[in-house]
């Protein structure tokens, strides 16, 4: 039986995703840091879909603790998907030092941290596949989300690297840009319905593709061609804008 790892399963995006893999026959093992709240969802997959399913604690925050983490996993991982991030509030993290790096240390170092120890491993299998969530808010930098986008953005990076160092071992890297999705995390924000993705709708995109091998995912396509413009605005213009 086929293995995905689910880094941060406790989230929205997490669960649909543990949900789409377990119903094609994958076994899960599911890591959070509260690992009690991912309990129930462990036993509704293995009941619903008789899949081997595990939870293993998992803090993002503490990369000092993954090495004994991964080694402890039951068996190797076919897919390694990182889930986890941390939007943060922007205007809080421009004078509070503590709010800032606690969204680059979750959604850049962590996530580097844990993925390395998967790259390692699936490099010398010659095999294997590596899921990142990162953001279209990591392809130009704005005033109302600068430390979250510029993390993303570094995330972004790591991955072209990755899947460019890996590609010749046969390893599979996949980045994803879901756009707005509607989850707990931005459940407070008033989100363009045509632009905005449901969690199931976002797991479903990863699996298939997953089973492509596709580098790159815009689960809305519209983003795709939203932030090409974006990105071809003239600096001079764009530092004047209200984004």
Known sequence: MPTVLILGANSDIAVSLAREFASAGYGLQLAARDV????????DCTI???????AHAFDAEKPETHQAFYSSLPSRPDITISVFGYLGEQTKAETDWK??????????????SILNLAAEEYAAAGKGTIVGISSVAGERGRQSNYFYGSAKAGFTAYLSGLRNRLF????????????????????????????????????KAIY?????????????????WIMLIIKSIPESMFKKMKL
Not at 48 to 54: E, I, K, L
Not at 102 to 110: A, E, H, K, M, P
């Open 36 to 43: 009690e709240k991912i309990k129930a969802l462990q036993s």
């Open 48 to 54: 619903r879909y008789n899949v081997t399913c595990t």
């Open 99 to 112: 709010e800032c790096n606690r969204i680059l240390q979750v959604n850049y170092v962590g996530a580097v």
């Open 168 to 203: 010749p071992k046969n390893v599979h890297v996949l980045t994803v840009n879901p756009g707005f999705v509607n989850t707990k995390m931005t459940e407070n924000m008033p989100l363009p319905k045509p632009l905005t993705a449901q969690a199931d709708e976002v797991a």
């Open 208 to 224: 298939k593709a997953v089973q492509k091998k596709k580098n790159v995912l815009y689960v809305k396509w519209m983003w795709r």
